[in-house]
């Protein structure tokens, strides 16, 4: 006759816990790879009526967001690679929100991008930028868009989509009138 010995119901509950704690841990790891592996892009783009040097003005004319600008309503700073600014951005709900991105280019004409994120980076960063082509005739694209990386960006993506993405086409809409219209500096 051969015995099993059986563990003590103690022992048997413990090995469940950790069995599961295990696989909560390993559920969790997984999520935070992908997620900072995965990029969450919002990008819009617009034809402008003017010269990709008008637009450039329109847009590092950042005193006079104020006036035109639907979305980005202050931004202040040197505008320098390397240099940190502060933005306030208005989403479509009409709150506000302020943060200092780090300017990673500055090229005249050509594009504007920074890399915002919050606390230490890895939670929910967003590289945003304005790349401004040139088109036959003395006419320029507009491509403004963000990518996102971040524990917290899926959790968030809806969010994204309909109280910013509208504010970016807003932004794009209302830059490009301007530029058409001759008022940068």
Known sequence: MTTTATLP???RARRRVLT???????????????AIAHTTV?????????????????????????????????????????AMITNVLKDTNGE?????PELLVVE?????????????????????SFRIEALPGGRSRLIHEEKFNGIAVPLAVGML????????EA?????AARAAAGTGR
């Open 96 to 100: 506000e929100t302020t943060f200092t």
């Open 108 to 128: 005249p004409g050509k594009e504007l991008r920074w890399i915002g994120k919050v606390a230490f980076g890895g939670i929910f960063d967003g590289e945003h």
């Open 161 to 168: 989509n309909d109280t910013i993405k509208p504010q970016f």
């Open 42 to 82: 919002l990008r819009t783009e617009i034809e402008v009526d003017a010269s990709p040097d008008a637009v450039w003005q329109v847009l590092a004319d950042r005193a006079a967001y104020p006036e035109w600008n639907p979305f980005i309503i202050s931004s202040t700073g040197e505008l320098k690679a390397g």
């Open 171 to 175: 932004m794009n809409r209302a830059l």
């Open 20 to 34: 599961s704690l295990a696989a909560i841990a390993v559920l969790l790891i997984g999520y935070c790879v992908y």
């Open 9 to 11: 119901k103690k022992s």
